[in-house]
């Protein structure tokens, strides 16, 4: 691995195609050196930006026919991350307005940032005049 590895994504915002983001973030950290508990660093990456892109598909773009999410996957050896910046141009959202999931009370919906804050160390969102942008980074 480079100090810096970065692969650029330009996909349809459409859950059909996350299967080859998902294929970018494995082939991605399976050049990363040892890893500590590859196989669930790697499911919990995968999931988190999961969520995130179905949230872009289901919430930012409900209102289009058609979007787009550009994806910038880093692995960066100093520090040791792998981070995932996602970019739209759908509607933005406050996430601070998005209450925490009552954990003691079953919801069916409600999870996904929440659970996103827990499987990845820094999550950012950004939005802004021209785009949204939410930041990913998993210490290695």
Same mark, same amino acid.
């Given at each position: 691995? &480079?100090?810096?590895d970065?692969?650029?994504?330009?996909?349809?915002?459409?859950?059909?195609?996350? &299967?080859?983001?998902?294929?970018?973030?494995?082939?991605?950290?399976?050049?990363?050196? $040892?890893?500590?508990?590859?196989?669930?660093?790697? =499911?919990?990456?995968?999931?988190?930006?999961? $969520?995130?892109?179905?949230?872009?598909?289901?919430?930012?773009?409900?209102?289009?026919?058609?979007?787009?999410?550009?994806?910038?996957?880093?692995?960066?050896?100093?520090?040791?991350?792998?981070?995932?910046?996602? =970019?739209?141009?759908?509607?933005?959202?406050?996430?601070?307005?998005?209450?925490?999931?009552?954990?003691?009370?079953?919801?069916?919906?409600? =999870?996904?940032? =929440?659970?996103?804050q827990?499987?990845?160390?820094?999550?950012?969102y950004?939005?802004?005049?021209?785009? &949204?942008?939410?930041?990913?980074?998993?210490?290695?």
């Amino acid at each position: 691995m &480079n100090e810096t590895d970065t692969i650029h994504l330009d996909l349809p915002a459409s859950h059909k195609y996350l &299967n080859v983001l998902s294929g970018c973030i494995a082939e991605m950290l399976a050049r990363a050196g $040892e890893l500590a508990q590859p196989d669930e660093l790697l =499911y919990n990456v995968q999931l988190a930006v999961h $969520e995130i892109c179905t949230n872009i598909v289901e919430h930012a773009y409900s209102h289009a026919n058609r979007g787009r999410i550009k994806i910038t996957l880093t692995l960066s050896a100093h520090p040791r991350q792998f981070i995932v910046d996602l =970019y739209d141009t759908g509607r933005c959202f406050d996430p601070a307005g998005v209450p925490s999931p009552d954990l003691d009370e079953g919801q069916i919906h409600g =999870y996904g940032l =929440y659970l996103v804050q827990q499987l990845m160390d820094t999550v950012t969102y950004d939005p802004q005049s021209s785009n &949204n942008r939410w930041q990913l980074v998993k210490n290695l």
